[in-house]
């Protein structure tokens, strides 16, 4: 670990305290309005992180971060996400915290101080890859085209499901490039650049974001080729960059949501009679608590596994999908099994349970769905090459 032992808990304990403080007391108010997180409750809980000293502890060092490693930010990130309201106030949610870390990797010179820093700072991103009709689970199916017109390029395209493209300072926009066989590269550029048009946000199950997750029209949107994120045609190969750790930052996010589902539903076991014994005796209830213990023990063994891999220097594409969809998955019977134990009192709004249960339904689907991670890890499970096992069932 880049910091000492122990240093890092005490870190996550911050955080947590920080949490339960300054997050939770706002999210009553915040659920009941049925709308997204209002930038204005976003700066003013960024403003209180920064007094509690928890502020962008995932950050580089060089951008006011505390210099985790990956298994560190799991501990931090984990903390965050014990609220909803928690990585919007440390500025760890999707989708700036996957752009502070590509940017970091790959953006140079000028980049870094007109977009790296603003973005750590507390300004907003947004990241444009998925298209209807087009690039999704697939991102080989992309339709938007980049045309270089002598020094600059010329962007045509539709995007959706763009989270925080209303308000967000710049995007990053995937399109294929022409002038690169077709392969996609990266443009970084303001979101006031004329051509980028924030149609509307979709209808999603859960607002829990702040700028929705948008329809955007990219209608002749020109960009100097000094906009090129890194080099022409190596858009797959940064996503990558951002998508393997991002996988795991959603894993850590989402761990310290169920946590939250699974302490309201044990704290209720604890204390609700009925067929005269406590709730969480009856063995149909225990045996749900028993799951869930095992499923955010084996979720938070996984992410933590992965994390190390990466922390090694490993690109980690194939530890990460595996993380992310395990913990996907048992993160989400986590919560299902939560509102089970509440009853009635579990689709209401009256616990973040309600809540917590329609937005982690998508984590199941973005970062690539599972069915395609699942395509993925069973392909590379396949032996070949210098691996290549003998047919062990020839006999
Ligand atoms: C809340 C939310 C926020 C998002 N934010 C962003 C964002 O900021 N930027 C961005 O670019 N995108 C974003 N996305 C898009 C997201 O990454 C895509 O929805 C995801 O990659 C799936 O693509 P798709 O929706 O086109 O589904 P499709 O590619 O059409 O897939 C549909 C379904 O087909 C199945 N499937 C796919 N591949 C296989 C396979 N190999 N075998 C069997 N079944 C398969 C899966 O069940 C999948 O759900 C967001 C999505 C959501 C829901």
Redesign the pocket.
């Known amino acids: 670990m880049s910091e000492l032992p122990g240093a890092v808990d005490r870190l996550a304990e911050k955080v947590r305290d920080f949490v339960i403080r300054d997050c939770i007391p706002e999210e009553a108010a915040w659920r009941a309005s049925g709308e997204e997180v209002s930038e204005e409750l976003r700066r003013a809980l960024m403003a209180r992180a920064r007094d509690a000293g928890v502020y962008g502890l995932h950050l580089p060092k060089a951008f006011g971060g505390a210099g985790l490693d990956h298994r560190g930010k799991a501990k931090v990130l984990e903390a965050a996400g014990y609220s909803m309201l928690g990585p919007l106030a440390l500025h760890c949610a ?2 700036d915290e996957g752009n502070q870390h590509l940017l970091d990797v790959v953006a140079e010179g000028s980049h870094r101080e007109d977009y790296l820093r603003p973005l750590c700072e507390g300004e907003r991103s ?5 298209e209807p009709g087009g690039a ?3 991102p080989a199916g992309m339709k938007t085209l980049a045309v270089r017109d002598g020094g600059d390029y010329v962007i045509n395209g539709r ?1 959706w ?4 493209a209303l308000g967000a300072r710049f995007a990053i926009i995937m399109a294929r490039d022409a002038s690169a066989g077709g392969a996609p590269t990266l443009f970084l550029t303001p979101m006031t650049t004329p051509g980028i048009n924030v149609i509307r946000p979709m209808e ?1 199950m859960a607002h829990d974001s702040t700028g929705g ?1 948008c329809l955007v029209d990219l209608v002749d949107v020109r960009v100097p080729a000094s906009a090129v994120l890194g080099e022409p045609g190596q858009g797959f190969r940064y996503a990558q960059v951002r998508l393997a750790p991002a996988r795991l930052t959603h894993c850590m996010r989402w761990l310290g949501a169920a946590q939250r589902s699974h302490d309201v539903a044990r704290s209720h076991a604890a204390h609700r009679h009925l067929f005269g014994d406590l709730l969480g005796h009856h063995q149909g209830v225990s045996f749900q608590l028993a799951d869930n213990e095992m499923d955010l023990y084996a979720a938070r063994a996984v992410t933590a596994q992965a994390c190390a891999v990466l922390d090694a220097g490993s690109q980690g594409r194939h530890e990460s999908s595996m993380a992310k969809v395990f913990v996907s998955e048992a993160a989400s019977r986590v919560v299902d099994r939560s509102v089970q134990i509440l009853g009635g009192l579990g689709v209401t709004g009256m616990t973040p349970v309600e809540h917590i249960y329609r937005s982690i339904r ?1 984590f199941r ?8 991670h699942r ?1 993925a890890i069973g392909r590379r499970s396949l032996p070949k090459g210098d691996d290549l096992l003998p047919d062990l069932t020839d006999f």
């Not at 947004?126 to 998925?130: A, E, H, N, P, V």
């Open positions: 999707a989708p947004c990241f444009l890859m998925t999704g689970a697939d995007k499901f763009i989270t925080g999603v997750h998508a689907i973005y970062d690539g769905p599972s069915e395609a395509m």
